[in-house]
């Protein structure tokens, strides 16, 4: 009854929301909101997703940078192939995504805690050099991205743009939900706080694994896809900048991890303080402003916003009252 | 005595494992009857808890087979042999720390014992009552003293519905009154047709507790046996008591 009601809530919010942004798209005339809202939006599907095998299962990604620069790329190679359309390149960007997921996922057979995070490190910079030496796709230098016409409702294509990542976030946070109110956010839950006590207490801790590094890898490369159409431009180092994997983690651990919600509140104050400080200050003050929140969350809130909001997260994912 | 029909619920064909140059088990062979109270003695480091590992799966043998209700799981991953029934606690009791007493129940109902989530509460609730845990479903179990700790590793492992349950050692670190309290336990579950094996330091439990008895001594069998005979061998007495 109560989880139904939580359902109803959930999927007015959402449809809300997306009435919101669509409606915002038609109404405003000023760019800027839009390509500043799609940074920010781009930061809550990342760190939403990076969540759920980070927070959830307890493995720390720091490749989000590698699953990001394999959606940019996957959407790149397949446009200037073929020319797909957007919605075509996000799909298979989340389908390469969840396939380098699942190699990741195979990792956690043999690598815990710090190591893991050390091989997805190294996992960014393999594909980085990998793409550095891709011809097809501009190599090294970059290449120079075409925007093809925009469709309508939408007059311009950040703003549709915009819309997109809008979307995106939906699906990341839904699937987040699903995910922590089902069987697989206990076992998870389960095996991020004993790995053996879960597997024999009936746990499939492989299968669980490899279900969140696929889920994750296809949202965080989703996510990523449409950045060259975003930027008209795509070059490694940008692609596979390890600023997406420090934001990605920061922005989820300041949030807090044990609701869906957390990693949403986390992107949306440190994506609009950053956007808000390039515009003011400089850009390169973030990163400072981003370790400095980060120290202070894990000194002052270790659980993040929602541990300080409810104290009952300090214990458990929600789901029910 | 059970009668010759009934076949073994457990039988541990010829397991040896090592450790680089460690023997921890040598060639043990071993046939647990269904419903039997089945105590495992040894001096420390004698091969108790690298023997219950391989028969729960957090370790494979390099020699020899675990056959589980006439199954040969030697190769099976720990959750599946969970799933057929095989549930142990730790001998450091390992609670899913992030999880109230309630929730650590839960896992073992969702993934082992599937069944609606209304009911599932009622069974972890009442496996919580019978352990002298129901007024602790709710806190965390990061808050438990030692004993409860014991006692939900034990209702942990009964929420996977096992017909064999492993006890490591559950009374470590106990005062002697609740050393009887979660002795009484295992013996009012070992007289619901579950089989269990358990292993304890403490004497005066194993002979209480137990049917038979088995001693290791540096990973093989020293005696085998009623309770009475095991502790009446010079080899035991020599290597475990310290005579």
């Known amino acids: 009854m109560n989880k139904r009601s939580h359902s109803i809530a959930f999927w007015a919010a959402v449809a809300v929301f997306l009435v919101a942004v669509l409606s915002m ?10 390509f500043a809202g799609y940074v920010i939006l781009q930061f809550i599907a990342l760190a939403v997703a990076w969540s759920i095998l980070g927070g959830y299962a307890g493995y720390v990604n720091f490749g989000t940078n590698a699953f990001f620069g394999v959606g940019v790329y996957t959407a790149v190679a397949l446009f200037k192939a073929t020319g797909a359309p957007l919605a075509v390149q996000i799909a298979a960007a989340a389908v390469v995504g969840m396939t380098l997921g699942f190699g990741v996922g195979l990792l956690t057979l043999r690598m815990r805690g710090i190591f893991f995070s050390i091989a997805t490190i190294a996992l960014a910079i393999i594909i980085e050099t990998f793409v550095m030496n891709w011809r097809f796709v501009g190599g090294a230098a970059g290449i120079q991205i075409q925007r093809p016409p925009v469709t309508a409702p939408f007059d311009s294509y950040v703003k549709m743009l915009f819309f997109v990542q809008a979307v995106l976030v939906v699906i990341a946070v839904a699937i987040a939900r699903y995910v922590q109110n089902s069987r697989i956010g206990r076992g998870l839950q389960a095996l991020r706080d004993d790995e053996l006590a ?10 669980l694994k490899l279900i969140a590094c696929m889920i994750s890898g296809a949202l965080i490369s989703a996510a990523g896809a449409p ?7 795509a070059d490694p180092s940008s692609a596979f900048n390890l600023s997406y994997s420090v934001s990605a983690l920061a922005m989820a651990l300041i949030g807090g991890t044990a609701h869906w919600i957390g990693p949403v509140l986390g992107a949306i104050l440190l994506g609009s303080t950053q956007q808000l400080l390039a515009v003011t200050i400089s850009s390169e003050v973030n990163v400072l402003v981003l370790g400095i929140m980060l120290v202070l969350f894990v000194v002052g809130a270790p659980k993040g916003i929602i541990g300080l909001l409810r104290p009952r997260y300090r214990l458990r994912a929600g789901g029910k009252q | 005595m059970n009668t010759a029909a009934d076949a073994p619920l457990l039988q541990v064909g010829t397991l040896t494992r090592t450790f680089g140059g460690f023997t921890a088990l040598d060639n043990i062979s071993v046939d647990i009857r269904k419903g039997e109270r089945f105590g495992l003695i040894g001096p420390n480091g004698s091969g108790k808890t690298t023997l219950i590992n391989c028969i729960s799966g957090a370790l494979k043998p390099q020699v020899g087979s675990v056959v589980f209700c006439g199954e040969n799981i030697t190769q099976l991953p720990p959750h599946l042999r969970a799933r ?9 009791p390992r609670p899913f720390r992030s999880m109230t007493v309630l929730e650590n129940l839960m896992v073992g109902l969702d993934f082992a014992a599937a069944g609606s989530a209304a009911a599932e509460e009622e069974i972890a609730m009442s496996i919580l009552t019978r352990m002298g845990l129901a007024s602790k479903a709710g806190a965390a179990s990061a808050t438990l003293s030692q004993v409860e700790l014991r006692k939900m590793e034990l209702a942990r492992a009964m929420a996977v519905r096992p017909k064999l349950l492993i006890s490591d050692e559950a009374m470590a670190g106990l005062s002697s009154s609740e050393v009887d309290e979660v002795l009484d336990l295992l013996i009012s579950l070992g007289e619901e047709d579950i089989t269990i094996i358990m292993i304890e330091h403490i004497m005066q439990a194993v002979m209480r507790f137990s049917e038979r008895v088995m001693c290791l001594d540096a990973g093989k069998i020293i005696a085998l046996g009623a309770p009475g005979e095991v502790m009446a061998d010079k080899r035991v007495q020599e290597a475990y008591l310290g005579t």
Do not use: D, H, W
Request: include cysteine; proline fraction near 6%; aromatic fraction near 14%.
């Open chain 1, 25 to 34: 798209t038609q109404i405003v005339r000023n760019e800027y909101p839009f």
């Open chain 1, 227 to 233: 950045a060259a159409m975003y930027l008209q431009y």
């Open chain 1, 198 to 207: 879960a597997e024999c207490t009936g746990v499939p801790t492989l299968k």
């Open chain 2, 84 to 92: 057929r029934g095989i549930a142990r606690s730790f001998q450091i």
